[in-house]
C-alpha cells in the first residue's frame, strides 16, 4: 500500500502528526502487507514538515528494531522476490532447506488450519519454533 503522500497530508488535509501514517501502518501490519512512502524533497523544506518527516523515520525505525520490520528500497524488495522466485525448497530425509542466492533471509513455513483459524509454522534464525495465527477468509 502507497501511504498517504506527504503533500495531501500537509496541504490538503493540514496535518502536521504522523497519526494518519500510523494508522495506516498498524493496518498494513496486521495483514502482513507492504508499505510504501512517498515523500519529496521540496515539501519537506520548512521546520514543520521537516519535524514531521523526521517523527515518522523515528518510529519506523522503532518498528524496525522492536517488530523486525524490514525497511529497504523498492529495487531490493524487487530483488528479494526476484531471487525468491529462483529458490528451491529441498528434501532430504526428514528435513528440509531451502536452495538458491538469498536463502540465509528465507524460512520454510508449514501451514494448517485449526479451529477456523490458519496457523504458520516456522522455525526462526536460532532454530526455535514460532506460531502465528491468522483468521483465515471461509467461503
Not at 98 to 110: M, S
Request: hydrophobic share 35%.
Amino acid at each position: 500500500m502507497t501511504t498517504t503522500q506527504d503533500y495531501s497530508l500537509f496541504h490538503i488535509l493540514n496535518d502536521y502528526s504522523i497519526d494518519l501514517w500510523k494508522r495506516q501502518i498498524d493496518l498494513v501490519m496486521d495483514k502482513h502487507g507492504l508499505m510504501s512512502f512517498i515523500t519529496h524533497p521540496d515539501y519537506l523544506r520548512t521546520t514543520p514538515e521537516r519535524q514531521t518527516y523526521e517523527t515518522l523515520l523515528a518510529h519506523l525505525a522503532r518498528l524496525r528494531d522492536e517488530k523486525q520490520v524490514w525497511i529497504t528500497t523498492a529495487g531490493e524488495v524487487n530483488r528479494w522476490w526476484r531471487q525468491r522466485m529462483e529458490m528451491r525448497i529441498v528434501e532430504d530425509g526428514d528435513s528440509v532447506s531451502i536452495e538458491g542466492e538469498g536463502k540465509a533471509r528465507a524460512r520454510v513455513a508449514y501451514a494448517s488450519e485449526r479451529d477456523g483459524k490458519l496457523i504458520f509454522t516456522l522455525e526462526v534464525a536460532d532454530r526455535r519454533t514460532k506460531r502465528v495465527c491468522l483468521t483465515s477468509a471461509r467461503s
